[in-house]
């Protein structure tokens, strides 16, 4: 679907204001006149459906070109769009400055699952994780309050897969006191359900660990404007097999932890394997996140709260002379535990 006409779909019909999506109400409300609306989703549609990878399929491979309106970030490069009366002024990821850029080819968004938490929730857990930080700044939950607060909806993948492997596992033994290397084949059969890959290069490891635990595909809701409205979003720029192939080294990943369990082995020292992929299935899916940016020591940092449920990530100053404090009293505790435990030999 195209979102062409967002803008004009998501008038009040109370008052003739801007509706924008408040997640606290799961629902429009009114800038204005702040009358909620609900959002009226098909009831036959169903966006967790998943997709056969048939890459001889047009369905597959084909980019759609949606009369919407981009902006690129001219910090990270980061490219969102935004449906409704919103104009970004800072880019979601980095907060830099964003600009207009003109509406190119991308593909077809299948589902997304809307903002469960809302910024002021956001930005309390923000500061909570902040808190929590041992040997941080005295001053670090002051500037993290100051901080700008951006939610984004940011695209992923769902892989499912039928995976059989065919492993060879080196591994050593010991025999009185020499190490002898030797080695064991073996076959597995796996499968990945709802396996969740970022689908763009802006989705960092802080991001994606923020949202990873949380997914549930109960939760996905058709790719509306309503829920989009006041929020950006980057669009899904991958093909399948782009998106595949970037989230090999994850699922290679996997495999090798398998095979480790599977081959019952100890002293473990070099794992190769074939695998043979089959039933692929997919989703293009967009999630919600919000990111806290703040500045502390010139240095620019983020942190991330899942728009889901709230999982809490971020980035971290130290304070040095509370970390060389830590490190005194730790020493000075060694020191008198070995001195207690000398005098107690002599008793």
Not at 50 to 61: D, L, V
Not at 77 to 102: H, M, N, Q, W
Not at 271 to 277: E, M, R, V, Y
């Amino acid at each position: 679907m195209t979102l062409d006409a967002a803008q004009g779909d998501l008038q009040c019909t109370a008052c003739g204001g801007q509706c924008t999506y408040a997640p606290d109400a799961q629902a429009l409300r009114c800038l204005s006149c702040a009358t909620v609306h609900p959002i009226e989703v098909d009831p036959d549609a169903d966006p967790a459906r998943e997709f056969h990878y048939a890459p001889e399929m047009p369905h597959t491979e084909q980019t759609v070109v949606e009369h919407i309106r981009t902006h690129q970030c001219e910090t990270c490069g980061g490219e969102v769009i935004f449906t409704g009366p919103v104009l970004s002024e800072r880019c979601a990821y980095c907060d830099g400055p964003v600009v207009l850029k003109e509406r190119d080819a991308s593909y077809q968004t299948m589902g997304v699952i809307p903002f469960h938490m809302a910024e002021d929730d956001a930005q309390v857990l923000a500061l909570d994780w902040v808190k929590r930080r041992l040997a941080a700044p005295n001053d670090l939950a002051d500037v993290v309050a100051k901080g700008r607060v951006a939610g984004i909806y940011v695209p992923f993948w769902t892989f499912d897969s039928e995976e059989f492997v065919n492993y060879t596992v080196r591994y050593r033994v010991k025999r009185g006191k020499r190490w002898y290397n030797r080695s064991t084949t073996g076959q597995l059969n796996t499968s990945f359900n709802d396996m969740l890959a970022p689908a763009s290069h802006h989705i960092t490891p802080l991001i994606r660990d923020g949202i990873l635990h949380e997914f549930d595909p109960r939760e996905l809701r058709p790719y509306m404007p309503e829920y989009l409205a006041g929020f950006p979003a980057e669009r899904h720029h991958q093909s399948v097999t782009e998106g595949l192939a970037a989230n090999d080294a994850d699922k290679r990943l996997l495999l090798r932890n398998q095979i480790k369990r599977h081959s019952r082995k100890r002293n473990i020292s070099s794992i190769s394997f074939k695998t043979h992929t089959s039933g692929i299935r997919y989703r293009r899916i967009l999630l919600p996140v919000w990111i806290l940016h703040y500045a502390c020591g010139g240095k620019a940092k983020k942190v991330v709260v899942c728009g889901l449920h709230g999982r809490t990530f971020g980035e971290r100053p130290f304070s040095t002379p509370k970390l060389a404090g830590y490190a005194a009293a730790i020493s000075l505790g060694a020191i008198l535990f070995g001195w207690v435990w000398g005098a107690a030999q002599f008793i």
